[in-house]
């Protein structure tokens, strides 16, 4: 793929309002909850914020953020592997930063997998985890 095409292609990667994150958005507001999203003023600006329980939803794509569940996350590019994978190490790397933060600040940082967000059924049991462990924290 010419360069310029590879630019355009990598350019049309949403970072905000994705599918998986529009899932989990709409699972949270039919259980009743309600959020606020893309907080500048907290580390890694999380996608879903839930101030009520002091929680923090990142919605992470499995190949960028090297999800362990799902063969996308395990995928890597054949160009260019030595900036991909430096890359994509970064990201997790960063990752793990901003969640330490958030803990330091006496959040509740979570994530939800892309996989997890494309079925109904896990999207739940991954929200009921989430949802469980931030009420045991309050308490």
């Not at 350019?11 to 907080?39: D, I, K, Y």
């Not at 995928?75 to 803990?103: C, G, M, V, Y």
Request: aromatic share 8%.
């Amino acid at each position: 793929m010419e360069r310029s095409a590879k630019s355009a292609q990598m350019a049309r990667v949403r970072t905000q309002n994705t599918a998986p994150e529009m899932a989990v958005r709409r699972a949270l507001f039919s259980l009743g909850l309600r959020f606020r999203l893309h907080r500048r003023d907290l580390p890694g600006r999380p996608d879903i914020v839930l101030p009520r329980f002091k929680a923090a939803i990142f919605v992470h794509g499995c190949y960028w953020h090297g999800c362990t569940m799902c063969d996308r996350g395990l995928r890597r590019p054949k160009t260019n592997i030595a900036f991909w994978s430096a890359k994509l190490a970064e990201n997790r790397l960063r990752d793990q930063r901003n969640q330490a933060d958030l803990r330091a600040l006496g959040w509740h940082p979570a994530v939800i997998w892309e996989c997890e967000a494309r079925t109904p059924d896990t999207l739940r049991t991954a929200l009921d985890r989430i949802l469980s462990g931030v009420a045991e924290a309050g308490k």
